[in-house]
């Protein structure tokens, strides 16, 4: 069955970046788009971007352009998530999530930004 | 950005009890729109998609509808796992948006 596995827990000094992992497993990888979501502490969900691992296409939502970049790999089926210069507001559950319905959702990675 | 108003942000009600939750979309999306349900612990699950197509594995006592720019949720028949979070998303237009989510509680 389709599956989105995500990194684990990161704890991050102001200032830094931080790289997150999906690798995916139980369908053809390079055929659908992958998404990420942010997520705030008790708060709703928001479109960061996403990739055609394919072609390494990729568009963002304004708000994260700078802020987020994505990254494929084909060969581990692993899709990635760097976010620089990270501050307090970037603390976040961060989740992925296959094709552009979103059918399918990893279980989410939670970056913690702190001195 | 397509707008997605989701209501209510908060609902409680009994077990068996039928419910509906409600997002209203600020331009047309056709039928390009799912429901979303998450867990305390975190893990998101798709409901429903394209306004009114159930997921596998999904049970029977959920369904979707619209009227007009109004995309509804029911649930016919509370259950007690139904007790969770649930958020629209509209996928029609880049970007993707999510209704503000609707916490149902246990009347």
């Known amino acids: 069955q389709v599956q989105l596995q995500q990194s684990g827990p990161e704890l991050v000094k102001p200032g830094a970046s931080v790289k997150i992992s999906c690798k995916a497993s139980g369908y053809a990888f390079s055929s659908s788009w992958m998404n990420w979501v942010k997520q705030r502490p008790g708060q709703g969900l928001e479109w960061i971007g996403r990739i055609y691992p394919g072609d390494g296409d990729t568009n963002y939502n304004g708000k994260f352009k700078g802020k987020a970049t994505l990254t494929a790999d084909k060969s581990s089926s692993t899709a990635y998530m760097q976010l620089s210069s990270l501050t307090s507001v970037d603390s976040a559950v961060y989740f992925c999530a296959r094709s552009g319905g979103l059918d399918v959702w990893g279980a989410g990675t939670t970056v913690t930004v702190s001195s | 950005d397509i707008q997605m108003t989701q209501s209510p942000s908060s609902l409680s009600a009994s077990l068996g009890e039928r419910v509906s939750l409600t997002c209203r979309a600020s331009q047309d999306i056709g039928s390009s729109l799912n429901w979303l349900q998450q867990e305390p612990d975190g893990t998101i699950k798709r409901l429903i998609y394209?306004?009114?197509s159930l997921d596998s594995g999904v049970p029977k006592r959920f369904s979707g509808s619209r009227s007009g720019s109004d995309y509804s949720l029911t649930i016919s028949s509370l259950e007690s796992e139904d007790f969770v979070d649930y958020y629209c998303?509209?996928?029609?237009?880049?970007?993707?948006?999510f209704g503000g989510g609707t916490k149902l509680e246990i009347k």
């Open positions: 394209a306004t009114s």
């Open positions: 998303l509209q996928y029609a237009s880049s970007p993707p948006t």
